[in-house]
């Protein structure tokens, strides 16, 4: 089992910033991938940034160059950094690890909103 704790939401203005964090626990030696979905009402939830233990990372289209992913393996946390950030990226934003096996565990999301 891996438990996974979000932090960092808010409300932003257009143009502003966030920096969300996922802090994991449990199982956390098995844990292959790490990442940030988001779900917007009315939307499906979609990938927005991962990491891969060796590094690799992978980011939603709409998202490149404004969001950055980094991953801390000695501090078991996974951050976010949003810049730029657009009435469009309103959403509820989870954060998401896949262990060995391909289980997916998911925090308890949360709030972004980027309004004036």
């Known amino acids: 089992q891996v438990q996974l704790v979000e932090s960092g939401g808010g409300l932003v203005q257009p143009g502003g910033s966030l920096r969300l964090s996922c802090a994991a626990s449990g199982s956390i030696v098995s844990i292959n991938v790490m990442g940030w979905y988001r779900q917007a009402p009315g939307k499906r939830r979609e990938l927005v940034a991962a990491v891969l233990s060796g590094g690799n990372t992978n980011y939603l289209n709409s998202v490149k160059g404004r969001f950055t992913i980094s991953r801390d393996n000695a501090k078991n946390t996974v951050n976010l950094q949003m810049n730029s950030l657009k009435p469009e990226d309103t959403a509820v934003y989870y954060c998401?690890?896949?262990?060995?096996?391909?289980?997916?565990?998911w925090g308890q999301g949360t709030q972004v909103t980027v309004s004036s």
């Open positions: 998401n690890a896949v262990v060995t096996g391909g289980v997916r565990f």
